[in-house]
Structures are given as structure tokens and as C-alpha cells.
């Protein structure tokens, strides 16, 4: 089957995507923001429901007993996604940011002092500047941020930015504001040649390539399961086990103890030590089918698709010249942030959004970075498997009919 | 029927004649570039209405003949636009009737429903500010 064949076939599993928006079929570029979800995800959650709809862990009866099934069933199987040693070392979270403040509470609060050094880079998500600033504030220790070049590449010299004061790294894989990707691997091995402790956002990494945490060899990872295709309200934070055992706890309450009394409370090992309360029963049920759809489909075509998304931009990059276009790097996702010093970039959300498409404007929580680049933010466009050609030819059209509009 | 009324009546009558979107867009980015030239000196943070996407500066002072005189720009030209809209109907009005103005006409000329939440918003932080300098100017 044809690369166009594939994609059409993916396009039927999402119900979404079938639709008019304002009289024009819709172009949904905004899977940075979040990812649409196939129709074998949303059973999954009905059935959840229909079917076995109980509380997990405790209970004595035979729903009970299937829902807690299904939701470890779910962490196996992002262990085995991600490439985890063990599945103890699967922390469900609400999403990517709540992974980060889960490490920033459990273990930096108590683990940095004064005059430490966190290093993260300037095109950071806010999630991953804003808790490191909290601990900051709480334990004397400094965040430094490794600078960018104008491609959104970190500068050369970035290693010199880790020394014997970093204890904790903590960077973004994939830039949510220019696709970039970063040297992770490099990064890892620097930061533990240093003593330093290191965390690997990979929200915008998760749909476009392996992670495989083990060799990778990172101490924490985190991502949200919305910009996978699951359910919203559901993440997972990877962490080595030994060090998830030595970390303190976070939220406390149910399900997380082994023992209350008021002398004192003992607490389960990861991953339940993590786990208080009710988990997000059907969001983990979610993120499970979503991860057997996705690898279903499989890598090697996923890729082969966003190397095809990548050319089918080319032209459109080369036929609007009027936009500047950010992140040319050679090694990035299919993600492109663009802007012009002409027009405001809610001006061309607005009204790409009336001709049917989908993208997203403003500072993409990177205010940092818009404020060393002397901007105001873009208008960006990501894409997902099931993004065809016809959404790149309608991109580019709109484009070009809502600069004609704002330029008049 | 009071001026702010009639006027809003006004701007309803005109955009009937324009039954695309395009044209909406057109006329609304044709009245954003005609907008009066806005005080450089007023371009500061206390000028800025928060709950716009775009930044939008507004300023009013009250003329000798009694009448609230609005400025406004923005760095987005539809906001821009949408602006110029709103003091075309609010400019030089007594600030009572500012504040007593029933603001009806967004949803009538067809721009409200293809608005985004984040533009409602914008907007009715806009009015609210409007309505503000009415009250305190009257």
C-alpha cells in the first residue's frame, strides 16, 4: 500500500478528524496542543465503564478484580513502550506537569541546598522553569539555563553550562515551541559524569520516537498521554527504581501506605507510594489502548510519515516567504512556529481557524524564550500521523488567502 | 432611542451586506488600519486591557462638552478592527449612557459566534474597561 493509502486508512480511525468546521473541512494542526484520539481509545473508556467500572486495589469482588487488571495491564505495557527495566518504575500522574512537580517535591526540596545548581535550557516549557524556581526558592539552590542559538539549537557550548554545583538537569527532549530536538544522550552522560541527577521531558517526544529509558539511562522522564493519543488527565513519570524507593513521598493518603497509625505511617514502594487516592481509572485504561494502537502502527511507519509531513512542508515553507519560519533544524518534528514582522500571529490563527484550520497562537508557554528573541510569540503548526498532504495543501492555502486578507 | 443605540443599529445595517466571513474579515481589517492614530505616550502597562491575546491600549478622557473621548490601538489588526467597532458606537457619549448601554450587537453582525473564547473574552474585558471610564468619567 502507498504512504497516502496508510494514512487514509489511520484518518478512519478517528472520528474527530470526519467534520465541517465553518463550512470547510477541517485541518487539525494543533498535535503539540493535543492529539486526537482513535476510535479503539474511546471504546476503551465506555467499555471501562459498561463493562467493569470499580474501584482498583482493594476491592473484594469481580469487577474489582478486572478494572485493577486492566489498569496494570496498562503500566506493562508502557513499560515495555518506553523500553523501563521494571514496572515498578511506571508513576501514573496527571500529565507532564505534574510529573516534574512530583520530582520537584520528593526529591529536590530535600535533596538540593544552597549554592546547587539546577540547569535547564531557555526554550523550556513554563512546567519545566516554574517548580525548579519554586525549589529554588525554597533550598538556596540556582537554576542556569543553557542559551539557544537562532535555529533553537543550544549553543555549543553547552556543556560548560554542568559543573560540580549542577545536581539536578532538567531538560525538554523536543522543543514545544520550535520541534528542535536536543542531544539527550549526550546530555544523560554529561550530567552523570558531573554527579548530577537528570530529568528528560519528552512530552513532545513520546509520538515521534522511541524513548527507551533503560539505555538511555535518564533518572526521571515524564509525559502526558493526551499527546499520545490517550485521554487527557493521565502521564506517566518513569524514574529509576532504587531512586524512586529513596525519594520521599509526595501526595499522601490512600492506597499509598502499608501502615497508619498515629504513632507513625509507613509508606508502599513505587510505584503505589506515588499513587495516593483514586487513581484516573479510566484515563490509565485510556493510555493503555492508546499505547497498543499507537505501537500497532509501529515505528518504522510513523517515521516514514514524518519524514513525508517533513517534505510536503518544504514546499509550503518555500512557497510562503512572506512567514519567517522557525527551527530549521536538521534534527527536529515535524513542528513549525512561524511568524512575521508584519502581522500579529493571532491575527493568522484567527483567520486560518475561520477557513477550518486548527493551529495554535501565542507564546506556547515558552515566555522566556519569546522574551530573549525579542517576540511576542508565533503561530505554530504540528503535526500527527494521520496528517496528510491535503492538510499541508490547505495549510498553505489558507495561509496564503489570510496574509492577502491582513496585508490587503 | 439613545445615540449608542442607534448607532449599534448602524453597524448592524452594514454588516448585512456582507454574507461571507471574507468580507466580515475585510471590513473589520479595513476599519483597524483607519483607526485613529493613538497617543504614544499612553502606550504604557497601565493602559493594557489583561484577557486579550493581542495587547490593546485604552485611554479616555472627558472633552469640555461633557463627552468621554476613548483612544484605543492594538498590535493585532482585527483586535484593532474590533476596536475601532466599539468606539465608533461609544466615542463622544455621555458617560450615563455608556454605562446604561445594552451591548447587543456583537452577537447580531455574525462575528461573535466565529469567535474563538479567548476573543469573547478580549472583547468583554474590552467593554468592561469601557464601561469603567464611563462610570468614573460621568
Redesign the interface.
Known amino acids: 500500500m502507498s504512504l497516502d493509502q496508510d494514512i487514509a486508512h489511520i484518518r478512519k480511525e478517528f472520528p474527530i478528524l470526519h467534520q465541517k468546521v465553518?463550512g470547510a473541512s477541517l485541518v487539525y494542526l494543533d498535535n503539540a496542543a493535543t492529539t486526537q484520539k482513535p476510535q479503539a481509545v474511546i471504546a476503551s473508556i465506555s467499555s471501562y465503564y459498561e463493562q467493569y467500572n470499580a474501584n482498583v486495589h482493594r476491592g473484594a469482588h469481580y469487577l474489582a478484580n478486572l478494572a485493577t487488571d486492566a489498569m496494570e495491564k496498562s503500566r506493562d505495557a508502557i513499560q515495555h513502550f518506553i523500553g523501563a527495566t521494571h514496572r515498578e518504575e511506571i508513576i501514573f500522574t496527571q500529565g507532564t506537569t505534574d510529573g516534574i512537580n512530583l520530582v520537584a517535591h520528593a526529591w529536590a526540596m530535600t535533596h538540593l541546598k544552597i549554592g546547587d545548581e539546577i540547569l535547564v535550557a531557555l526554550s523550556e516549557h513554563h512546567a519545566n522553569i516554574v517548580p525548579w524556581q519554586q525549589v529554588c526558592k525554597k533550598t538556596g539552590a540556582i537554576l542556569k539555563v543553557i542559551p539557544l542559538n537562532p535555529d533553537g539549537t543550544w549553543v555549543a557550548d553547552w556543556k560548560t553550562y554542568i559543573n560540580a554545583q549542577t545536581k539536578l538537569v532538567s531538560v525538554g527532549w523536543v522543543s514545544n515551541a520550535t520541534g528542535v530536538v536536543h542531544p539527550i544522550h549526550e546530555m544523560v552522560e554529561q550530567a552523570h559524569n558531573a554527579g548530577a541527577k537528570i530529568l528528560v521531558d519528552a512530552a513532545q517526544a513520546v509520538s515521534h520516537f522511541p524513548l527507551q529509558v533503560a539505555q538511555l539511562n535518564c533518572d526521571w522522564l515524564v509525559f502526558s498521554g493526551h499527546k499520545l493519543f490517550g485521554p487527557t488527565g493521565i502521564g506517566v513519570l518513569f524514574g529509576k527504581l532504587d531512586l524512586l524507593n529513596a525519594m520521599e513521598v509526595y501526595r499522601t493518603g490512600g492506597e499509598m501506605i502499608k501502615k497508619v497509625s498515629f504513632e507513625g505511617t509507613t509508606f508502599q514502594e513505587a510505584p503505589l507510594k506515588f499513587e495516593a487516592g483514586t487513581p484516573h481509572i479510566q484515563g490509565i485504561i485510556g493510555l493503555g489502548e492508546a499505547i497498543r494502537w499507537f505501537s500497532n502502527v509501529g515505528w518504522e511507519w510513523i517515521h516514514k510519515i514524518e519524514m513525508q509531513q517533513i517534505e510536503w512542508m518544504k514546499s509550503v515553507t518555500a512557497e510562503v516567504k512572506a512567514l519567517h519560519w522557525i527551527g530549521e533544524s536538521e534534527r527536529k518534528t515535524a513542528l513549525y512556529s512561524f511568524w512575521s514582522p508584519q502581522?500579529?500571529h493571532?491575527?493568522l490563527g484567527?483567520?486560518l481557524?475561520?477557513q477550518g484550520v486548527a493551529i495554535r497562537?501565542?507564546h506556547h508557554c515558552t515566555q522566556p524564550l519569546w522574551d530573549a528573541w525579542n517576540m511576542?510569540g508565533t503561530a505554530r503548526a504540528s503535526f500527527a500521523l494521520y496528517n496528510n498532504e491535503e492538510d499541508t495543501v490547505q495549510l498553505q492555502k489558507s495561509l496564503i488567502?489570510s496574509i492577502q486578507?491582513?496585508i490587503? | 432611542m439613545s445615540h449608542i443605540a442607534a448607532r449599534q443599529e448602524e453597524v448592524i445595517a452594514e454588516f448585512q451586506m456582507f454574507p461571507t466571513w471574507m468580507e466580515k474579515y475585510e471590513y473589520i481589517i479595513e476599519l483597524g488600519k483607519e483607526l485613529e492614530g493613538f497617543p504614544e505616550q499612553e502606550r504604557k502597562e497601565e493602559n493594557i486591557i489583561s484577557g486579550c491575546q493581542s495587547k490593546v491600549w485604552l485611554t479616555a478622557e472627558k472633552r469640555e462638552n461633557g463627552l468621554i473621548h476613548f483612544h484605543a490601538d492594538s498590535d493585532a489588526i482585527i483586535t484593532k478592527g474590533m476596536v475601532s467597532l466599539m468606539l465608533r458606537i461609544f466615542n463622544d457619549q455621555p458617560g450615563s449612557e455608556i454605562v446604561a448601554a445594552d451591548m447587543n450587537f456583537l452577537t447580531t453582525i455574525g462575528l461573535l459566534e466565529n469567535l474563538s473564547q479567548t476573543r469573547s473574552n478580549g472583547l468583554a474585558a474590552m467593554i468592561k474597561q469601557i464601561k469603567t471610564y464611563g462610570f468614573l468619567l460621568q
Open positions: 465553518r502581522f500579529h493571532a491575527d484567527e483567520l481557524d475561520q497562537t501565542g511576542s488567502k486578507l491582513l490587503g
